[in-house]
């Protein structure tokens, strides 16, 4: 804040909130398993990890009992398919598996999942779209309607979840569906199964992209001891402590906590001693320029050794930011009714410039 004849003009830096969204209704953990089928040029390779009954072709267009790995498809069967350019992420080099269900209905998709986390909660979630156009099949098409169940490797039924008719769409639409399950004491493998409740025929055909296996656990919220978002900014050769807090719903029995950091908000590594719902870090005035990221994680006792048992809370991150370099050039003073002028040159994120003086009061804001 600065005194200009008697105007005050007031600075005001912005930073944006950063939001993070989940579908498991605590928090998740990173992928223990994540089905991606790859990249590349078309065609991708035959299912090798997991097993189906359906018959594997290399062409864009696989007919009824049969399945391919694309990057995209176009114009089958006489354009009623949709035109898919890319897979679930957006990557237009990405793998999906696209099938064309058999006449009767059957498992397309069988896998064993190894490694999982005994005793644990987990997230299964799969990206589906159906491939049909509305307007296919006189716009009766047959609708992929589909059931996944987790097994034990001794076929104990662990859990199901029916999708019921995944509708067409006017567009190509990917849409998500998942569901939780636990991992009995000593189980650390289970089997996936995929099974087409639908007949084939005029429709039932699917794209599958992206199966995940994430644990989910409470929700954990983390903050600053300063401030309501999840990122703060601080000026190179300041310093500044800061104390992060994570607030922990019910749902673990024995959690134990365990913050990390990441250079890059995607490899995280452990803090030593850092293992309670709080932690103090001291930034001094020889931090370096970049952005510091700050989660905390937790399991239940006997899983915290393992990194992937975890869930974990949304990121803090810390910007040591170079010193705004601002200058302002100005017509004051000013007569009362006469334009008062403020001309900024600088370097920012957000600002905001309010001024009060005997006539009045104004203020703008302006981003750089």
């Known amino acids: 804040m600065r005194l200009l004849n008697g105007i005050t003009i007031l600075i005001t830096l912005f930073m944006p909130p950063t939001a993070a969204a989940q579908l498991c209704q605590g928090s998740l953990g990173d992928p ?7 990249s590349g040029p078309n065609p991708g390779n035959a299912l090798t990890a997991a097993t189906t009954a359906y018959q594997f072709v290399t062409t864009d267009c696989p007919d009824d009992g049969y399945y391919t790995v694309r990057n995209k498809t176009s114009t089958c069967f006489n354009a ?5 350019d890319e897979d679930h992420t957006g990557d237009a080099n990405g793998f999906f598996m696209l099938v064309n ?28 779209m159906n491939v049909m156009l509305s307007s296919a099949c006189g716009a009766g098409g047959i609708q992929p309607n589909l059931t996944f169940t987790i097994e034990k490797t001794d076929g104990t039924l ?7 008719n995944i509708s067409t769409d006017q567009t190509p639409v990917w849409k998500q569906f ?19 409740n639908a007949k084939g025929g005029c429709g039932n055909d699917l794209a599958l992209d992206d199966i995940t296996f994430r644990p989910c656990g409470p929700r954990l919220t983390s903050s600053f001891n300063t401030g309501i978002y999840n990122i703060d900014t601080l000026c ?20 134990v906590f365990q913050w990390q950091q990441s250079s890059n908000g995607s490899q995280w590594v452990d803090i030593p001693g850092a293992t ?3 932690y103090a870090k001291q930034f001094t005035p020889a931090a370096a320029l970049g952005m510091y990221y700050y989660r905390m994680t937790a399991a239940e006792a006997g899983n915290i050794a393992s990194s992937k048992c975890r869930v974990s809370s949304n990121p803090l991150i810390v910007n040591i930011a170079p010193i705004p370099e601002i200058s302002f050039s100005h017509n004051s003073p000013v007569c009362e009714q006469d334009i008062f002028k403020i001309e900024y040159a600088g370097r ?5 410039v309010s001024a009060q003086g005997p006539g009045g009061s104004f203020s703008s804001c302006c981003g750089v």
């Open 276 to 278: 309670t719902v709080s």
């Open 101 to 128: 269900a058999s006449i009767q209905p059957s498992a397309f998709y069988l896998d064993t999942v190894k490694g999982l986390c005994s005793n644990t909660t987990f997230e299964f979630a799969a990206w589906i």
């Open 236 to 255: 190179q050769g300041t310093g500044k402590t800061y104390t992060f807090n994570c607030a922990v719903s019910a749902g673990f029995n024995n959690p």
């Open 32 to 38: 223990m398993v994540n089905i991606t089928f790859g």
């Open 178 to 196: 998942g569901f939780f399950f636990v991992t009995p004491p000593g189980i650390t493998d289970v089997v996936l199964r995929i099974f087409n």
């Open 80 to 84: 009623s398919w949709q035109n898919v």
């Open 348 to 352: 920012g994120d957000w600002y905001s």
């Open 158 to 164: 662990l859990q199901t979840y029916n999708t019921n």
